[in-house]
């Protein structure tokens, strides 16, 4: 159930985002055959819901509409209704997860990012297993509709990674917002969840390549103990790098066409980032650690 309402939510993200952008190219069938797929649990596992609000006959009573919306390309039609009745649906299912479910959900993250990580990184997953093993629940808390919240602290300063309630959405309007899409190349320092990087891996740009460098296998671990990241983990044009050092970071950046290069800052504190903003002032490249030295009063993302 949880993976096909957020696959909804993901699916809405990227309608609206190709809605803003005049580009309607979105298939409906997936987006039926999950809507179909949540009815179908939502009326088998009657006990489990009882005691919600969530009506499933809803979902059921919009396939045939959205079919015929899709078919008269009705697209304000479709965008009203994934912002509307359906995603308080899939808020409300996620929302319902997390609170009946959660320690459930989070071992099923963990094993299925875990099966990612194999694939690539064999040696980094057994560190990370490792820590998971010593997991104590610092820097994890409950925050509502949002599920559960990964935070960093430095003395009496917290501040939230990322949202497990439609990560994707905010990803994509952060993206957008920063323009990381205009860049052929990204590197990110400090990995925070990594949902910008969804702007980026959209069908119409598979072209982009982006460089993670997770700078603290802790937080790390703590990030695919609690959100579903297997996809980045393995898709082919995003590669990661494991406990790499300020000084390592600046010498892999390919400064030969620097205007089409972004430098995407996802860790707050360190003592490094003021090297990083001087490498980045002197070699004219784009980048949002402005927003990390000087706004700190300012939420990260959303």
């Not at 969804?198 to 959100?227: C, H, K, W």
């Not at 983990?233 to 972004?262: A, G, Q």
């Amino acid at each position: 159930m949880f993976f096909a309402a957020n696959w909804i939510r993901d699916y809405s993200s990227n309608f609206n985002r190709n809605y803003r952008n005049q580009n309607m190219k979105l298939e409906t069938d997936l987006l039926i055959s999950y809507m179909k797929k949540i009815h179908k649990i939502g009326l088998t596992d009657v006990l489990y819901w009882q005691d919600t609000d969530i009506d499933f006959q809803v979902i059921c009573g919009q396939i045939d509409a959205i079919k015929q919306a899709a078919e008269a390309c009705d697209y304000v039609y479709i965008y009203d209704k994934l912002n509307g009745e359906l995603r308080k649906i899939v808020n409300d299912i996620s929302e319902t997860l997390f609170n009946k479910s959660a320690e459930e959900l989070k071992e099923c993250f963990w094993k299925i990012n875990c099966d990612a990580l194999q694939k690539r990184y064999p040696e980094v997953l057994q560190k990370l297993k490792a820590i998971h093993s010593e997991e104590n629940g610092e820097c994890i808390r409950p925050y509502g509709l949002r599920g559960r919240v990964v935070y960093t602290e430095n003395g009496k300063e917290e501040s939230d990674l990322f949202s497990a309630c439609n990560p994707n959405d905010v990803g994509i309007r952060t993206a957008e917002k920063l323009e990381i899409g205009r860049y052929s190349k990204t590197y990110v320092w400090g990995y925070n969840g990594g949902f910008e990087i969804s702007e980026l891996l959209m069908p119409d740009r598979q072209g982009a390549d982006v460089e993670i460098y997770v700078t603290d296998l802790r937080l790390f671990e703590r990030i695919l103990s609690n959100v579903h990241r297997s996809w980045l983990l393995v898709v082919e044009n995003v590669s990661w790098k494991f406990e790499v050092s300020m000084d390592e970071f600046l010498n892999r950046i390919d400064l030969r066409d620097s205007n089409d290069i972004y430098i995407l800052v996802g860790e707050r504190y360190g003592n490094d980032l003021g090297k990083l903003k001087a490498f980045i002032d002197r070699n004219s490249i784009n980048s949002n650690i402005e927003s990390f030295l000087y706004k700190k009063e300012e939420p990260l993302y959303g």
